[in-house]
């Protein structure tokens, strides 16, 4: 086998070395307006973002956001808090595609949505007689009578309900069934306490009358809750009085 003689492969090497510098020469004088001493200043932001297959730049294209979902309460009457919670509900999905119902205590009032947030109907409603948005631990064991007047609150919160019957076997609607509270018919049994009268009223001052539960006209029960919450759960929001709403309910946004 042939040796190489020693002087051969530094000529080589010089030969390659001029070759490179002179084809990088070239390249940097086909670049417009771009000399030797500024290659190394490119920056990042002057190369294409990205490119398509046959190699030439692709413009960037925007990101286009989707509009927040929001609940539709058909013109109806309602309090900012009851529509951000409304449009909450629908947003984010948190009814989790069971019809749904806001009590706002503040308005006296109740609406009841489908699954996809439009509004089925609204009602004026009678609430706990003391203001609070929590309910004594074991009320539900209490016979009405031995419940004083600071302990008959309506608590604020997110219940998942069922239609089902009371003690009397009258169809209602489970809003919280270890604490017996209940959203049903307006109770007429004591006529001293104007509860038809009382829902009828221009204003929400005198709809605080019940030891708890919600109470809401017949005809609305019956044309609306029954049907909505017919053979399938669903979800009451009974908006706080007391409390911030991210309290009551933690995952609480404004969709603002």
Known sequence: MEKTPKNEH???AMMIMALCFGLLAASCASL???GKGDVDSLSQSTRPSSLNEKG???EAQPVVECPPKRANFRGEDKSPEARRVADWVVNM???RGLPFAIVDKTDAKVFVFSADGELLGAAPVLLGLARGDETVAGIGERKLSEIPPKDRTTPAGRFVA????NYHGKDILWVDYDNAISLHRVVTNNPKERRLERLTS???LDNRISFGCINVPAHFFNDIVSPTFN???GVVYVLPETRPHNEVF???YDVE
Request: aromatic share 8%; proline share 16%; net charge negative.
């Open 56 to 58: 030439s730049a692709v």
């Open 10 to 12: 530094p000529l080589t």
């Open 202 to 204: 221009p204003t929400p």
């Open 93 to 95: 999905g948190d009814n």
């Open 162 to 165: 069922s239609l089902g019957h």
């Open 32 to 34: 417009p307006g771009v």
């Open 231 to 233: 053979g399938t759960y």
């Open 250 to 252: 933690t995952s609480y």
